[in-house]
């Protein structure tokens, strides 16, 4: 009989169990270890290729008859499971992406948005979509399609009364909402940091946006000094909150994700207390339960262990918190126990499904699941090169946005090698450029956008 390593896995699981010692990965084998990493990958892969068309146009992926994010996030989900991207898949999942590329495209509309139908999840969808079509061979459709996105994101920053000062009293100014507004009623985190997600990796953000964009989150952040409406009522842990308008019980995993890498792409130096305490916050998480879903833990004890409300999207969280170690500078680490990526890549190898998918829940169906948690295995963000010097933090009664770097409007898409997003960029493949956007600017922030599987 031949034993899989996935059989001889579940076996030390069950075996460990029985002791009281919980999950760990086979013997604690680097080879193992690795080669599970990218098994599970693999077998992820598989399974949206599986869902691509099912329940809607072909090509296309859906969830909760959301087309147009979903495709591009399991675009992007395949499209990293392999060094080089693109240019590395097989012949047939190239062009099972050729066909989520021209899913997209049938999406953009007038205004520059890409989504299925005009104000439906603008930000969200734009974002993910001009991300997606970033790291595909360009043609005159794709740049144009990208070129536009990023400027409806450049034009529905929030930013009232004075353009590119922080002069409103909910701190609302250099957020996102859902269906974009420079002057919407209502901002959060998770549609900001996905706005600069797209900015950064599709031309760099302008030194205007970055600077609304740190007061922001700023203003987000659960520790000393508050800035001006600020909630400090559920205590300073450095975490972040949801919005000034939805606070939503105070500093959460997925949150704190968000806000740490968003500040990291708007130019806060890895050093700043900012990040530092927002790394912290995600630390604890992690120490206590890096595993907390429904499969881990019942739903009383979610809110205290600081996952997403409900626990109900893990994924999400996780990846988040991915971008967040990535962007801080925190080296990942597959064979060290104690390392943040280890305690990820543990409880999603484990939780993997037989048909390669990962659990679903409320708001997260398997094609999310394991879009999220795939681009969480495969440790996929925008990399700065080389990290900015540090921004300081507002003081006490300061309300004024700190200052700005410049950015470098440039997309590379990059093997890595070795561990930590600190490295010197080297071997670039290819490059790809939002129409119009190249500036180059001396000693400001270079994105380079990248994947890694364990090896």
Known sequence: MIISLRHVFALVLVLAAAVGAGTAFALHDPAANETEVNSAIDGGVGYLLTQQGVGTDPGCWTSSEVVTGVSALAMLSILNSQDGGYASLDASTQGAIDDGTACLLDRVQTDGTIVDFVGELSTYNTSIAIWALSSVPSTPDIAGAIAGGRAWLLDNQYDANTAGVRDTAGELD??????????????????????????????????AEAGLAQGFFTCLQNRLPVCANGDVATGIDGGFIYSHQLIKGGSRTSQTGSGVFAMRLAGVGSADGRITDGIAFLDEALNQNPCNNMLHADSGALDDLHWSESGDLIHYAQWAATKAYELAGVADDVNDTNNWFYKLANCLVHEQEEAGSFPASDREDAILATSFALLTLERVTPVIEPTPTPTPAPTATAT??????????????LPRTGSGPSEGVSGLPWLVLAAGALALTSGGLVFAYRTRRAR
Not at 189 to 201: G, K
Not at 400 to 413: F, G, L, M, W, Y
């Open 174 to 207: 250099g957020g996102w909402y859902y269906e974009g507004g420079s002057t919407s009623g209502f901002v959060e985190h998770s549609n900001s940091s996905f706005a600069l997600q797209a900015l950064a990796i599709t031309g760099g953000i302008p030194a």
């Open 400 to 413: 004024a946005t700190p200052s700005p770097t410049p950015t470098v409007a440039a997309v590379v898409q």
